[in-house]
């Protein structure tokens, strides 16, 4: 694992022809397979699509203010091409934090793929905590007619309105001047994006599609990844937790899943339960105290962990061989956000950020600028 460079302030979204399938073919398995190999012959097949009719291309540039509904759960966002040509070091002058590490391999992988493609096919996911004006101003874009009104085949609504006047754009470019926006979800793209301006700068490269959501608007539900650890057994975690100072205290199910949470992990293996708590030396999150107090305390750190973003699904996990299932809590966003402009990263697969847009419904073309 690496950690990417921030992007430096100011944190810049700037507009791009936005390119949109149609809804009845958004999340058909037949459109995933138009952006598999060979990658060089999506263009071709994009080009397909908008003579038939089943691909939108604005002929203007904009902005775009994106609505989807999911589950329930309404989230909006700013969409647009995010500037990676400034980076730092530093966090006092970032605009963009990482929250985790990136796999180099990963990365370059996603570099090649959307050099061939020459496409931008989903934004990632940032959010930030919006300015009043910011928040006054886009309200009264979503008074206006949208320029997309979809429903995709995943059941998710989705409304699209573009933002042209310069006006509008200068007031958006001011509030974002000092925002500072969390990657929420697309960590290896992110990773793609700062490759893909490293080889070619000075082109549609130094920007890469990017959608911010306003956590204090409409925000994303933050659910916790849990842990399964094969060939560890809750003796095996007692004893990290004594050699740590961490308190396990076994009971049954219910008094455990009762207990879970900041602070608090429950682990099993199926049959008998125990709750952990870790102490911290600084403001953390439980996430973190697992990784960098527990597990390096076990005689035998298990060669892979198992990652499942439901309690069914790591207590499933537990069937197949001898482990253990390590329970945590959802991380709080404010928390995530301190830990973050502090300068760390959360370990691997920490947080899940849902629900995400459904791909093809914003995209970017690199000719296109």
């Given amino acids: 694992m690496v950690t990417p460079p921030y992007a430096a302030a100011p944190l810049r979204l700037l507009p791009f022809h936005g390119l949109s399938i ?22 071709e097949r994009l080009a397909q699509w908008a003579e038939r009719g089943t691909l939108w291309r604005d002929p203007r540039p904009g902005l775009y203010l994106h609505e989807y509904t999911a589950g329930g759960i ?16 530093d966090p006092e002058r970032a605009a963009v934090f990482p929250h985790e590490g990136i796999h180099p391999g990963q990365a370059d992988e996603l570099t090649r793929r959307m050099e061939q493609m020459q496409l931008n096919p989903a934004p990632i996911l940032l959010v930030h905590r919006a300015t009043d004006p910011l928040r006054t101003l886009l309200t009264g874009i979503r008074e206006t007619s949208p320029v997309l009104d979809l429903r995709d085949r995943a059941g998710q609504q989705h409304r699209v309105w573009a933002v042209r ?14 925002a500072h926006a969390l990657i929420a979800d697309g960590h290896h793209r992110y990773g793609a994006y700062l490759r893909l301006q490293e080889r ?41 937790a004594e050699r740590t100072a961490s308190a396990l205290h076994r009971c049954d199910q219910e008094q455990a899943v009762a207990a879970l949470g900041p602070g608090t992990m429950v682990a099993t293996d199926g049959t008998a339960w125990a709750t952990v708590r870790t102490p911290a030396a600084r403001e953390c999150t439980t996430v973190e105290r697992l990784h960098e107090r527990l597990l390096p305390a076990l005689d035998t750190p298990p060669a892979r962990i198992g990652h499942h ?16 299932a390590v329970l ?29 847009p459904s791909v093809g419904v914003l995209m970017r073309s ?3 600028g």
């Fill in 22 to 43: 149609a809804g009845s073919r958004v999340g058909e398995p037949a459109t995933a397979r138009a952006f598999a190999r060979p990658y060089r012959k999506v263009t």
């Fill in 74 to 89: 309404t989230i909006r966002g700013l969409v647009g091409a995010l500037d990676v040509t400034r980076r730092t070091g």
């Fill in 165 to 178: 006047r310069s006006d509008q754009l200068s007031a958006i470019a001011r509030e974002l001047g000092q």
């Fill in 200 to 240: 070619a700068p000075g082109t549609a490269a130094d920007r890469g599609l990017a959608m911010l959501v306003d956590q204090d608007d409409t925000p994303l539900f933050l659910g916790a990844i849990h842990r399964v650890l094969p060939g560890v057994s809750l003796d095996d975690l007692q004893v990290a």
């Fill in 309 to 324: 973003h439901s309690v069914e699904a790591a207590l499933a996990a537990l069937t197949d061989r001898p482990a253990t």
């Fill in 328 to 356: 945590l809590p959802a991380p709080e966003f404010p928390l995530v956000q301190r830990v973050v402009e502090s300068g760390r990263l959360l370990p691997e697969k920490a947080t899940s950020f849902q629900p995400k």
């Fill in 366 to 368: 690199l000719p296109d």
